[in-house]
């Protein structure tokens, strides 16, 4: 069933008690199970909620499930648990509503003073649903006819094998499977034990956790192959470096973050004020390496140019080298915002035709875009800080491999409050307020820089600035322009 490294739709099973172990069953045709077999909750459901959002009492019951043909849909219950919050990392926390049978899952977030009391629950469990702990110490029953078994148990048989569950104890872990990946190649480990996770034998999911693990864990510097041993149940990792490299880089990363976290951090500080701080650094004291993206302009295979220039691909270069591309730009702003308390994530995805990676940044449970990298120029200000994804719409398109596929709409991102222009009421939704900023902005200023929607056409935009041209003192030879990631900017001459 490893579909890493294999798309055969064919497979068998075998059974292991003990030391012993049966035969292979026949081979199982896995289009014959498309229908009902469970891929992931359908992208027309929402997969994360928020205490200020909804109660628990507003909480779903069922979700529609896509199956394995990818167009059959199926209504699965959700089996909430409001007993055991998971603590995030960023301080708040998190229930988890479960799909029975299945690792699918939905989320329910809330912060400490939002956790439901211990009445609203009871009330939860006694009008909507029994807790989960009735589903415990159940028995399955299999029926297998025409399965080859071990040697003492006929070839062909129909009786029906009973499984009790509840004598087998499963160890409880005191790492999530992704948790205990990231140690293991933080640690730099060439096999990481993943028996006691089963979740590791489903290869899409495996691959799932390894992508946010790599996207997520910045520290991870030199990791070059990645494959998965199903026999042994361990992950077998190739690094670039030596353990005492790698952790020697380690060390100066820390070092160097911790010195300006001590350098730009305040006791009292808010979120957003944080938030710049560190942004400001980085652009401040980081510079983009141009000759790897010249590099690959000139057809150089990306693979050779991240060897080449390793570090200038991870939280090395812009942290402690001072030159990097996108992607150390935004490890390290992940990093820094991870010790000051800063809610962020890595985002991987394309500026136009480009590989890119950004971040994202949660302020009062939403999620901001940010992108260091282009706001570390000597022309636009602040282009991509705190914006929507609706403002990034025309320029940039993100995949789903930085964090789990069935959280990956927890992260999107559509309140422009925080926005950099929206907030200096520098923002135009529509062509009259275009026209409106441009004017007031020429009678008190002979540069400026303002953000338009992106679905203003370029017609509507030039229109604008003819007409606020028009109305003024200045004539359009006056007038030099630019336009850039939806900022207009203009200058008089």
Known sequence: MNTLLSNETEYAV?????????????????????????????????????ADEVSIMELPRDIDVEMADYSTIRKYPLIWDLRNPVKSEYGWYVFYGRIPGTILKIAYNCYEEELPTEEEIETFYREVQPPPSVAENNTDKISIPNSP????????????????????????????LAQAIALGMLNHETTIDLSAYPEAGDPEYLRDVIQMVLSQCVLILDEEGITFDFKNQQLNVQYRLSMEESFAK??????????????????????????????????????????????????????????????????????????????????TFKLLCDLAEVPAVVVNGTLGSVPHAWNKVMIENHWYNVDVTNN????????????????????????????????????????????????????????EDLTRLIGDQLSSSNELFIKTDPDLTEEEIMGSIVQAIEGSEYQQDDIMMLYHLNILGIKIR
């Open 376 to 431: 570390d120029g000597e022309i636009l200000p602040y282009p991509v800080y705190n914006s929507s994804d609706h403002m990034l719409k025309r320029y940039y398109s993100e995949d789903m491999t930085y964090v789990l596929d069935n959280e990956y709409s927890a992260y999107s991102s559509s309140d422009i409050s925080q926005d950099y222009y929206y907030k200096a009421g520098l923002y135009s939704q529509t062509a």
């Open 14 to 50: 075998v059974a292991v008690k003990g030391e012993n172990e049966s035969r292979l069953s026949n081979l199982i045709n896995g289009d014959d199970f498309t229908k009902i077999a469970p891929r992931w909750i359908s992208s027309d459901e929402d997969t994360a909620y928020f």
């Open 149 to 176: 078994s071990i040697e003492d148990v006929p070839m062909e048989t129909t009786e029906e094998i009973v499984i009790d569950i509840a004598e087998e104890t499963r160890q409880e872990n005191d790492l999530s």
């Open 250 to 331: 380690q060390v100066q990363v820390l070092e160097k973050a911790d010195e300006v976290i001590k350098a730009v951090i305040r006791d009292g500080m808010s979120v957003e004020e944080r938030e710049k701080a560190l942004h400001d650094w980085i652009v401040d004291n980081g510079q983009y390496h141009h000759e790897v993206l010249q590099a690959y302009y000139d057809g150089v295979d990306l693979n050779k140019i991240a060897d080449q220039y390793a570090d200038s691909f991870s939280v090395y270069g812009i942290l402690v080298d001072g030159l990097g591309v996108c992607q150390s730009y935004a490890e």
